[in-house]
């Protein structure tokens, strides 16, 4: 079992910056690739980012491309999810997920524990 608690949701302005925190506890992270999703209200839940167990390799949506940067420490077991140049479609719940392989995957099915998540609002 991997428990995850996000951390560094807010209220921004369009054009600000956010650091998001995932902190894990349970098994040992480092063998975990971390996603980051998020789900606005009415609409499915979407992948934003994701990295692998060793911190190597990142992946990311389109939409969060050049923006938002993925990363991890693995001796302090926490996953960062820092958010530039925020736009009110950033809107959205964000959760971080852990998925027992090296692989960062983009599929929401594919991850098996889920935080709470953190909410983040980008005002116009």
């Known amino acids: 079992q991997v428990q995850l608690v996000e951390s560094g949701g807010g209220l921004v302005q369009a054009g600000g910056s956010l650091r998001l925190s995932c902190a894990a506890s349970g098994r040992t992270f480092s063998n975990y690739a971390v996603g980051w999703f998020r789900q606005a209200l009415g609409k499915e839940r979407e992948f934003v980012a994701a990295?692998?167990?060793?911190?190597?390799?990142?992946n990311y949506a389109d939409s969060v491309k050049g923006r938002f940067t993925i990363s991890r420490d693995n001796a302090k077991n926490m996953v960062y999810l820092q958010m530039n140049s925020l736009k009110p479609e950033d809107t959205a719940d964000y959760y971080c997920a852990a998925k027992f392989t090296m692989i960062p995957n983009r599929l929401v099915d594919e991850y098996d524990y889920w935080g709470q998540g953190t909410q983040v609002t980008v005002s116009s």
């Open positions: 990295i692998s167990w060793g911190g190597r390799v990142t």
